[in-house]
């Protein structure tokens, strides 16, 4: 049995980036935070944009800003967001999410977004 | 970005602002260097300025006006108002938080709402809060000549109080609109329009 001692410091980021991913897989989430000249420069989207979290060594704290797509219950969309970060962050981290703060900062409609473009004509019949 | 942090960026631009302008004007001969006199200790090299030949005094005059341009870009960044930061109106609160909306978030819905209810050409819209806590929606129309005015109106009014509440939770009081008839489209295709 190992006696190795020690401690593991999580950072803000870590957890920003668990709560963003967590929040990608929720549906009615357009993104988190607004987007900034950089992420439009990287063309995607930082995963822990619009969050800010307050860790300590058994609980979190968020506070999100959220643009939700239309079409979507705002509160319901809010409430799924909340029970997926308490969920991934207690799984991942095992640490409790005692406060979640959401903000709907805008809404995104589905006919805002440019057209796809039009795929290749296939080179083999 | 809090207050203090806006400010020190204002201040920023301003004195950016201020010696792009002198520069160009001490360049340019807009300025006299003895008028200066005052800050010889701090701006003494500035002097020579004039003496530049013609290429030397355009490239000044470009890195002032770089300078110029981007100051002028960063105060009005900080000046105008940000998204995230308008009015939140408070949506729920409990043990876990709170969730709210912004002001603009609830504008949007209405004018994407009405925007796609027949006869609509055009909407603006603004959301605010009574007395009571519930909202208030102020819309301006542009209705296509062919339609029912009043009738028109109802419709969009009981559209958008019904889709806002159904959407957000929030409870609305009030559709307040402001109509008119677009005019100049009204010759082109308005009688084209069937409703």
Redesign the interface.
Known sequence: MSDMKGKTFLTNEVVNQIAGFAARTVSGVHRL??ANLIDRIKGGKAMDAGMKAEVGAEEV??DI?LI?T?G????EV??NL?IAISTQVKTMLARN???????????H?EDDEEPAPEAPAPRVK | MNLITRLAAALFALLGLAASLVTISLVTGGLPPERLSALDALVGRIHSLPTLGTQAVLGVVAGAGVVLILSLLILYLQVTR???EGP?YL??EDS???????K??IA??AR?VGGEISGVEEVICTAAQNESGDLVLTCRLQLRPVVDLVAAGRRFQETVKATVE????LSVAQVDLETGYVRRRAAREGRRVVN
Do not use: S
């Not at chain 1, 406060?99 to 709907?104: A, D, F, K, R, T």
């Open positions: 935070g607004k704290a968020f800003d939700v239309y979507h219950p705002v509160q809010a409430e909340r999410v005692v406060e979640c703060n959401i903000n709907v900062i805008g809404v409609f | 940000r998204r995230g939140m949506l729920r876990l938080g709170t969730f709210r909306i912004r603009d978030a949007a819905i994407h159904e959407k957000t939770g």
